[in-house]
């Protein structure tokens, strides 16, 4: 089946510095993916769609200069974390689809902590 | 606006029960109806999914879901829980080629 890989699994960072997050397709063609985010205990929230070869867009309330998405492929997205502070530390999934595709597929996540 | 609604924050079942995990949705159409199971501090797992067709389910590990369009429901069951069925537990709509819109989710222990 499809499958969604992302990287790292879990980052710990220093405050002020920046973290980049990789989210690739392996099998398939993702013209469109989804960045989430969770807070301990709590639900994933949608930050960001972004479609490949265009500008991401973000959901009220996320910050487009801090969270930086690229979608320059069909089979990889990026999330930077630019000058991460503590309270950023969180569950980030990122989440693909392809042109043929209904369906999502999700990665495993990865954890950010910012000391 | 999509929304989803899972009214169980928390449900403790003993091992070998019967489980139902609610999940009530508010869409103008119908919409992608989906369940996914999260172990703690890990990614997300499929268990069974909605597009169209038979309204009953049936999915991964032993669960299946109904989906009842007079209740806007689309309530998760399992005859008998094992325990490692405890996990928290996501409902989440989907439209067209729009991302997921997730419920608050259910945590689920289970008692020996």
């Known amino acids: 089946g499809a499958v969604v890989s992302q990287h790292p699994s879990w980052v710990i960072c220093k405050s002020g510095t920046s973290v980049k997050i990789e989210c690739r397709s392996l099998?398939?063609?993702?013209?469109?993916m989804f960045w989430y985010r969770q807070f301990p205990k709590q639900s994933l929230m949608l930050m960001a769609t972004s479609n490949e070869g265009s500008k991401a867009t973000y959901e009220q309330g996320v910050e487009k200069d801090k969270f930086l998405i690229n979608h320059a492929s069909l089979t990889l997205s990026t999330l930077t974390v630019t000058s991460a502070h503590p309270e950023d530390s969180s569950f980030y999934i990122c989440?693909?689809?392809?042109?043929?595709?209904?369906?999502?597929?999700f990665g495993n996540g990865t954890r950010l902590t910012v000391t | 606006a999509q929304s989803v609604t899972q009214p169980d924050i928390h449900i403790t079942v003993s091992e070998g029960a019967s489980l139902e995990l609610r999940c009530n949705y508010s869409y103008g159409a119908t919409p992608y109806l989906f369940w996914y199971v999260q172990s703690p501090g890990q990614g997300l797992q499929l268990l069974l999914k909605?597009?169209?067709?038979?309204?009953l389910v049936q999915g991964i590990k032993g669960f299946e879901a109904e989906f009842k369009r007079s209740q806007s429901s689309f309530n998760l069951r399992k005859p008998s829980v094992h325990w490692s069925d405890a996990a928290e537990y996501f409902c989440?709509?989907?439209?067209?080629?729009?991302?997921?819109?997730f419920g608050s989710g259910t945590r689920l222990q289970v008692q020996p």
């Open positions: 099998d398939f063609q993702a013209t469109t």
């Open positions: 989440a709509v989907g439209e067209g080629r729009r991302a997921l819109t």
């Open positions: 909605y597009f169209s067709g038979d309204t």
């Open positions: 989440s693909a689809r392809g042109t043929d595709r209904l369906f999502l597929h």
